[in-house]
């Protein structure tokens, strides 16, 4: 499964990471239907170069002319002038292998959940945690997903 070949990818090259987005809300335990794999760094430099790199082992490729360190040197601007949210990256082998790495949002000093599984432990925002940070979204489906997180606590 993709999920756990992006966690073994991350965590051989020992990156911090967590799951966020429609897999997180499934993994705690809300229906969520998705196909983008977002995720969410710690915000310095050798974070995104790292995580450029581990995806290109994998085959994924960016969508964007940029490479690691320019996404992190430039992020604020491609925040606010270009509405740049992720960075995504996929798979031209297989199109629906999507990673979106959230740029607004870092990942230092937030609580983290680990799902176990047979095929390997899966970094997710907790749930307050994806809570707060959907909140602070705003977006429509962000907004749904909160109702779906905070029917299960």
């Given at each position: 499964m993709f999920i756990y070949k992006i966690a073994k990818i991350f965590k051989k090259q020992k990156i911090k990471f967590a799951i966020v987005g429609g897999y997180a809300v499934a993994l705690h335990g809300a229906v969520r239907g998705t196909v983008d794999l977002d995720i969410v760094l710690e915000l310095d430099k050798k974070s995104f170069i790292a995580a450029e790199a581990a995806l290109k082992s994998i085959g994924l490729v960016s969508r964007l002319p940029v490479d690691g360190e320019e996404v992190f040197d430039f992020r604020l601007e491609y925040i606010k002038n270009k509405n740049l949210i992720a960075w995504s990256f996929w798979n031209?082998?297989?199109?629906?292998?999507?990673?979106?790495?959230?740029?607004?949002?870092?990942?230092?000093?937030?609580?983290?959940?680990?799902?176990?599984?047979?095929?390997?432990?899966?970094?997710i925002l907790s749930i307050d945690e994806l809570i707060?940070?959907?909140?602070?979204?705003?977006?429509?489906?962000?907004?749904e997903d909160v109702k779906a997180l905070e029917s299960l606590k």
């Open positions: 031209p082998e297989n199109p629906i292998e999507l990673v979106d790495i959230i740029l607004p949002y870092n990942l230092k000093g937030h609580e983290i959940k680990y799902v176990k599984s047979q095929d390997g432990d899966v970094p707060k940070m959907k909140r602070k979204s705003g977006r429509k489906q962000d907004l």
